[in-house]
């Protein structure tokens, strides 16, 4: 399902031109990002991303400066709004979620809790 009207993920330009490096030699039209939400972490859930080669039946398909992204039914009340950017620091790189629903968060910062829908809560350790 394309989704033209609401904002569910945005992405910074650090991001997408990370991304573009990381798929320059994809062969599929439809290769994008899968942004999801589990349940998870010491606060209740969890994010993850990967790369895809296309949709599947149910995903939200839209596009975020440039790039595709793949967002399941599930995940979207939980991330709607978000901006994913692309980090690279002293302490390492990688992407990052802003995320305006995340109530709370862990000190380990890989999970996070929502007001209307906690989780699961869980230890820190991995």
């Known amino acids: 399902m394309l ?8 992405l ?5 031109a990370k991304l573009a490096e990381l798929t320059k030699d994809e ?3 439809e290769i994008g990002l899968r ?3 589990y349940s998870g972490g010491c606060s209740g859930y969890k994010y993850g991303m990967m790369l895809e080669d296309q949709p599947t039946a149910d995903d939200n398909v839209l596009s975020a400066n440039g790039v ?3 967002i399941d039914p599930n995940s979207v009340p939980l991330i ?4 994913i950017d692309y980090v690279d620091t002293l ?3 990688g992407f990052t979620v802003n995320n305006p629903n995340a109530t709370a968060g862990c000190g380990c910062g890989n999970s996070f809790r929502t007001e209307g829908d906690a989780g ?3 230890s820190c350790a991995h």
């Open 12 to 16: 910074t330009d650090a991001a997408a």
């Open 68 to 70: 595709r992204v793949y």
């Open 3 to 10: 989704d033209t009207q609401t904002t569910i993920v945005s």
């Open 120 to 122: 699961q809560a869980r």
């Open 35 to 37: 942004v999801y939400v």
């Open 80 to 83: 709607k709004g978000s901006q």
């Open 91 to 93: 302490m390492g790189a």
């Open 27 to 29: 062969t599929s039209p």
